[in-house]
């Protein structure tokens, strides 16, 4: 299991790492390319968008073929699409293959996800789940290093490495032993499953500080650029955040596995909150850069909750947990493109003030929620009676 471990690893860092490399990138695109404000949220938003409209069908693929065939085929459409949006140069043609690599992020997360769900007991699903998603953010500690260096030596060197990477990394998958947790459920059950309250409020815990990442992958590289930092520094910046989340994502899935859902959860969105106060009244590059790692600090704490919460709810319907992580991903892609493009729009033409005083508004609604629907200590820290876990093929 540890080797599967390894590999789901570092195929969402290969996800992340694109994901974040563009943040270096945006202010040039958007001189370069003469995009609006709203037009580079757009530009943002296209691989949340992606990974939005493929996630039920991802869901399907992990049900119907496996873990391992979703993962295989969204390493290769990211290793083409990431090729294709190296060598485009309009503003279109880069939103499609951007598009494109989140289809393929969907099939990799669901993918890999239900991989190690299904390979792992209950009571260490939060820890997998952190230790994976410590991991995958560990991704944005190379991403706005590689997104500034292209800003320097050019895409296509560099976007068209990952082609490689993703290429080894599909081969290596197709050498791993698949689960054998496979069902081609019905769509009309699964329809049910969604209905499910317990479900929707996960996927509630998921969306909120997801919105938020949205509108501050934009407006913060803007942010700095307007006050005269350049690539190195959002890059920096960037870095330092991720650092700060890949440390903290698996001790958070730890301690929800011991203590319950809640506690960490909570802790995370109020510095969330305090984080978002900050950026809306930041004059200053340290205090932006100040406000990302703690905009960091907090999502280390909220994220690996969030989504276990969202694995504890589905395994409770009895929806396969390729679906459950298809929840997820439209929960993050829905509220990341939301807060990507309505972010930039409203900051576009009141500042950055108004739509961060918003979201901490939000994050504050959200916590006031958790506080009563999430289960305290001694919640999911352990399997049902009688339940054994599926173990991978060995």
């Known amino acids: 299991m540890r080797r599967l471990l390894l590999l789901a690893s570092a195929i969402v860092f290969l996800d992340l790492t694109f994901f974040t490399a563009i943040a270096p990138l945006l202010p040039e695109y958007k001189q370069e390319l003469h995009m609006t404000t709203a037009q580079a949220g757009i530009l943002s938003a296209a691989y949340a968008a992606g990974t939005l409209a493929a996630a039920i069908p991802s869901g399907y693929v992990v049900s119907r073929f496996g873990p391992r065939h979703s993962v295989i085929w969204g390493l290769c459409g990211l290793g083409v699409a990431s090729f294709l949006f190296g060598i485009l140069d309009s503003a279109w043609p880069l939103d499609a293959a951007r598009f494109i690599q989140g289809v393929a992020g969907a099939l990799i997360w669901s993918g890999a996800l239900t991989w190690l769900i299904d390979s792992y007991p209950e009571d260490r699903r939060g820890s997998v789940i952190g230790t994976a998603l410590g991991t995958a953010v560990a991704g944005s500690l190379i991403g706005p290093v590689l997104g500034a260096l292209a800003a320097q030596i050019g895409t296509e060197p560099v976007f068209g490495s990952i082609l490689v990477v993703a290429l080894v990394l599909a081969f290596v998958a197709s050498r791993t032993p698949d689960t054998t947790a496979r069902d081609n459920q019905p769509l009309r059950e699964v ?24 509108a501050i992958d934009v407006l913060l590289p803007l942010r700095i650029n307007a006050l005269g930092g350049g690539h190195a520094l959002i890059a920096l910046g960037f870095v330092g955040g991720a650092a700060v989340e890949s440390v903290l994502a698996p001790l958070s899935g730890r301690l929800s596995d011991r203590v319950g859902r809640r506690g960490p959860y909570v802790l995370g969105m109020a510095i969330c909150a305090a984080a978002m106060v900050l950026f809306a009244f930041a004059d200053s590059l340290a205090t932006v850069i100040v406000s990302l790692l703690v905009v960091s600090l907090g999502s280390g704490f909220c994220f690996a909750p969030a989504m276990t919460v969202i694995s504890d709810a589905a395994e409770a319907t009895g929806l396969h947990q390729g679906y459950a992580v298809s929840v997820s991903n439209m929960a993050w892609a829905a509220a990341q493109v939301f807060g990507s493009v309505v972010g930039a729009a409203v900051a576009g033409v009141t500042g950055d003030a108004a739509p961060s005083i918003a979201i901490a508004v939000l994050l504050v609604l959200t916590i006031l929620y958790a506080r009563n629907s999430l289960a305290g200590p001694g919640a999911g820290t352990g399997p049902e009676p009688g339940r054994e876990p599926v173990a991978a093929e060995t």
Not at 192 to 204: N, V
Not at 205 to 214: D, K
């Open 191 to 214: 329809l049910e499953c969604f209905r499910d309250r317990p479900l929707i409020e996960a996927a509630i815990f998921v969306s909120s500080p997801s919105l938020m990442f949205g």
